[in-house]
């Protein structure tokens, strides 16, 4: 026998029980621990306090819209190094394997209840969310699709800015996303902006926040400077639900919150009310 084996059974000690990696979770919110599975099986909202985790754009995909029915756009596009910045396409090409995504959103078109859609979706998950040329270019491109196919155009936002490894170039995508937008608004088209956790910085400034409707999930962080930047610049104390979805909701910033449970009915009825019934097409 083991010295460590004896010492154990002599000072009453336990062995520490281990679990395979990925199997536990804890929620952000309430901090109590769940198998991983019961979890994602409930969209990934904690069954204790309704506290929303974050999806992958595919999870996304496998709630919202009509299974089977996605088919996705502009995957060959990729992202190069303009600045030249350190390490930077080494760690797009780690979250690439990571994650399954080209970059970091995936767009495409499907069927939400029936009804024709495009769909972009951003994942945190690749370098926080965070707006590249690629990203901007492919958000574009689902935009000028959405138009020319005569579909509503809807987008899950979740995102840190845009990309400082891009400089300016990551800044022009803000107006180019928002030119595509009002071509589209333009056409009659109705377009969704879907903000989940975190929304920030170039995104939240842009398309994010120019819906037709500007829904978002509970507690979604959103907003552009960071709190402590805030308080630093008006040398006053922020409330302390300061850029939560509620806090936008109550000062006219959103036009609704939607539990992720309720999302894809609410929303789907919002397109049918808007393609069938003609808000915007008549």
Known sequence: MAIRDLFSKRTGAKEEKS???GMMLKCPGCRKIYVAKEVEQNAKVCPHCQHHLKMTAYERVDIFLDEGTFESFDNHLKTTNPLGFPSYVEKVEVDKQKTGLNEAVLTGRGLLKGQPVVVAIMDSHFRMGSMGSVV??????????ATI???????FTASGGARMQEGVLSLMQMAKTSIALKRHSEAGLLYISILTHPTTG???????SIGDYNIAEPQALIGFAGRRVIEQTVREK?????QTAEFLLEHGQLDAIFHRHEMRDKVATIVKLHTEGGFLNV
């Open 136 to 145: 901007g270019e492919k958000i574009t491109r689902a935009i000028e699709r």
């Open 202 to 208: 170039g995104v939240s400034a842009s398309f994010a």
């Open 149 to 155: 196919e005569g579909v509503p155009f809807i987008i």
């Open 238 to 242: 922020l409330p302390d639900d300061f």
């Open 19 to 21: 679990f395979p990696a």
